[in-house]
């Protein structure tokens, strides 16, 4: 939970213009084309099928806390965020002053440890953390002036010591290949429009890059912080 308080500097910040808090279209996209993906993974998870062959999901111990793959465990959480995929998106969009191109740049991130990893599934109990952690390392890659860790932490409801850990994570399982040509960044627009198709034809992502400020938002709770390696005394106040 992120608890009312905190630094001055975040109560001095204004609020979002309306203009500035709308939400891009690429949220929007990505939203439909992610919750599809999860909703299909997590039946899987389920049935206990991965890829049309019968395998036990087990953390060990005989439990279903785990998807097949050992690759995303530092990204699962003990149960899935109340919050959900568009409300999150929306959150790190508003708060963290990125450009709409770094959700493009953090879903091929996605997307390669998809491929690189196909035992590891993204799912309700992970794509949280896998979200605020990309969107994060693509800021970084992508904008001249970008939030530290401590703040997207905040932002994304987990402790900025578990953040840390889950940005060499990401760059550990990516062989720290983050850059992203003109042309395959392109190809994921153009993809994930495609994915759209059938619900929205008309929308198209913002190919520029367009920067916001925002104030954070110290009373809500999206409860991401629930972990099997952290305890709520870890969680920023």
């Known amino acids: 939970m992120l608890e009312e308080g905190g630094s001055d500097e975040f109560h001095r910040r204004p609020e979002p ?17 992610l919750e599809k993906l999860v909703a299909r993974n997590d039946q899987l998870l389920v049935l206990g099928r991965h890829g049309g062959h019968d395998r036990l999901m087990s953390n060990g111990e005989g439990s279903p806390g785990r998807v097949l793959g050992k690759n995303f465990n530092a990204f699962h959480g003990v149960r899935a965020p109340s919050i959900s995929i568009p409300k999150y998106l929306e959150r790190l969009y508003k708060y963290t002053n990125c450009s709409p191109s770094c959700f493009v740049v953090g879903y091929v991130y996605i997307d390669r440890l998809g491929h690189k990893y196909p035992d590891s599934l993204l799912v309700s109990l992970n794509v949280h953390r896998l979200l605020v952690t990309s969107v994060m390392v693509a800021s970084k890659m992508l904008d001249d002036a970008h939030y530290d860790n401590a703040f997207y932490a905040r932002v994304g409801g987990v402790s900025n010591a578990e953040l840390n850990k889950l940005e060499l994570e990401l760059l550990f399982l990516l062989d720290f290949g983050v850059n992203v040509s003109a042309r395959v960044f392109e190809s994921y627009c153009q993809y994930l429009e495609k994915e759209m198709l059938s619900h929205e034809p008309t929308l198209k992502i913002e190919r520029p890059a367009i920067n916001r400020s925002a104030s954070v938002d110290d009373i809500t709770e999206i409860s991401v912080e629930d972990t099997l390696t952290s305890s709520p005394s870890q969680m920023l106040d």
């Open 17 to 33: 213009s309306a203009a500035d808090a709308a939400t891009p279209r690429v949220l929007t996209i990505l939203s439909y084309v």
